[in-house]
């Protein structure tokens, strides 16, 4: 059981709009700065959104994320094939005084 | 950049093991370093860090067994791997940087009689 909850999958067609929710507490997400990966299948993840709100050099603006309170969303817009991913939010918590990663929701593109 | 893991192995249950995450371009004592696995069928789960000013922190799951610790001359990070569970069977990633942006390619360990 993760200390964040993240649904185990989501699904869209491509060209819509998907957006994957992360819950957290005060002592993480209520605290701290949110990051989210992509994960593909044999690979390593990759750092998707930083600081809440940041997309990395290369980052398509597809990809947007918030965060409010205890809780914070990924959303992908436009969704094309490629991004059919596990994602992973992940923060620090201060009382377990260590990084905690949401359990992961598996995208499907239809 | 680049994160190389190394010294992945099939161990038996109670045995030792060292991880090593060499970086080429990126200076692991100027960055917050971890060490994240992910279990077969299982989701990524953060295992340790060090960070820049040298003080560790460890997950519940591998306190008193795990030991992350750094090499600045050589630029390399290891996590020492003891009393090794069926559990801790997973791919290791090196991940560093201010956010964790860097990823090695991951390392299999595997502990198995």
């Known amino acids: 059981q993760s200390v964040l909850t993240q649904p185990p999958s989501a699904s869209g067609t491509p060209g819509q709009r998907v957006t994957i929710s992360c819950s957290g507490s005060?002592?993480?997400?209520?605290?701290?700065?949110v990051n989210w990966y992509q994960h593909l299948p044999g690979t390593a993840p990759k750092l998707l959104m930083y600081?809440?709100?940041q997309r990395p050099f290369g980052v398509p603006d597809r990809f947007s994320a918030s965060k409010s309170g205890t809780s914070a969303s990924l959303a992908i817009s436009g969704l094309q094939s490629e991004d059919e991913a596990d994602y992973y939010c992940?923060?620090?918590?201060?009382?377990?005084?260590?990084?905690?990663f949401g359990g992961g929701t598996k995208l499907t593109v239809l | 950049v680049q994160l190389v893991e190394s010294g992945g192995d099939l161990i038996q249950p109670g045995g030792s093991l060292r991880l090593s995450c060499a970086a080429s371009?990126?200076?692991?004592?100027?960055?917050?370093m971890s060490w994240v696995r992910q279990a077969p069928g299982r989701g990524l789960e953060w295992v340790s860090v060090?960070?820049?000013?040298?003080?560790?922190d460890l997950a519940d799951s591998v306190r008193g067994r795990l030991t992350i610790f750094r090499d600045t001359s050589k630029n390399t990070v290891y996590l020492q791997m003891n009393s090794l569970r069926a559990e801790d069977t997973a791919i290791y990633y090196c991940?560093?940087?201010?956010?964790?942006?860097?990823w090695g390619q991951g390392t299999l360990v595997t502990v198995s009689s």
């Open positions: 992940a923060v620090w918590d201060d009382n377990l005084h260590g990084l905690v």
């Open positions: 060090i960070h820049v000013d040298g003080t560790t």
């Open positions: 005060t002592s993480n997400i209520g605290r701290n700065i």
């Open positions: 371009e990126f200076i692991v004592g100027n960055n917050n």
């Open positions: 600081y809440n709100n």
């Open positions: 991940v560093g940087g201010v956010p964790p942006i860097h």
